[in-house]
């Protein structure tokens, strides 16, 4: 058995008063930017609650999940409902964010076909196995990457169709049936939501090192063994964020995602 090094302890951020009131200073700042720009849709202050808000949650889910997954782990039925569980929440987020109103459920369709059939072959050839140590982190990087993927190219798409209304009926008027002419006028922005995770794919390890590979690295594995399993997530996040950019487009176009009109 591999000896964890003792660097992997040491070098953690260590829970105490110290790290709160930093993460407490960290939180109010960030919130006192958006608000004192105004980084809000309108001229409001709403942004710089929702970081709060978040901040708040984010704290107290992690406690919660922290404490549970000692406990899922033990079972594959508790894994499988953990797992459900997290991909629900992906769903209720994502489709809220591409719309307030009552077609947020097909936000279902694009994280679901782009995340399955990747954990579905990483569980059959082996590489990852049924266990929740190895599959809940696995899994919640790729719905993370489905979600973030989905909410960027479903917004950019209804957005662009909201303000080149003109063009689509142009394009329909000549000839172009509805989700025809809907997809042209979209496909470009909707692929917007792809460049951060190419941005992040082509500057790792020179720009970045992202949470996999320090992660695997303060665990005790080999820079060999970091940068391999870094690297599987960057080109999965890359498959599974084009399937759900592709799938959420598809959906704006066929009219399936929309913002209800007053």
């Known amino acids: 058995m591999t000896a964890v090094p003792a660097y992997a302890s040491t070098t953690l951020l260590p829970v105490n008063l110290t790290l709160g009131a930093v993460l407490a200073v960290l939180l109010a700042g960030a919130a006192c930017v958006a608000a004192f720009a105004r980084l809000s849709p309108g001229e409001d202050r709403g942004r710089a ?10 704290a107290a889910q992690l406690v919660a999940v922290s404490l549970l997954i000692g406990w899922v782990i033990r079972s594959v039925p508790l894994l499988l409902g953990f ?5 629900a929440v992906a769903v209720r987020t994502a489709g809220r964010r591409i719309t307030p109103g009552g077609s947020w459920p097909w936000a279902a369709v694009p994280i679901g076909v782009a995340v399955a059939p990747v954990v579905l072959a990483l569980l059959l050839t082996g590489l990852v196995p049924l266990k929740g140590i190895a599959l809940i982190p696995v899994t919640g990087i790729l719905i993370g990457g489905a979600l973030t993927a989905t909410v960027l190219g479903g917004r950019r798409a209804l957005d662009e169709l909201e303000a080149r209304k003109g063009e689509v009926e142009a394009a329909m008027a ?6 025809e002419a809907r997809i042209l006028v ?4 909707a692929s917007d939501a792809l460049l951060p995770g190419l941005d992040q794919t082509r500057t790792v390890g020179l720009v970045t090192l992202p949470g996999a590979f320090v992660g695997m690295l303060l665990g005790g594995a080999s820079p060999v063994q970091a940068g391999a399993v870094q690297l ?14 592709a799938t959420v487009l598809e959906l704006v176009a066929r009219g399936r995602l929309h913002r209800d009109v007053a």
């Open 186 to 189: 979209a496909r470009p922005a």
């Open 49 to 58: 609650r929702e970081i709060v808000v978040a901040g708040l949650r984010a």
């Open 174 to 179: 000549l000839g172009l049936s509805d989700p």
């Open 232 to 245: 599987f997530v960057l080109v999965a996040l890359m498959a599974v964020q084009g399937v759900a950019v």
């Open 83 to 87: 797992l459900v569980l997290m991909y």
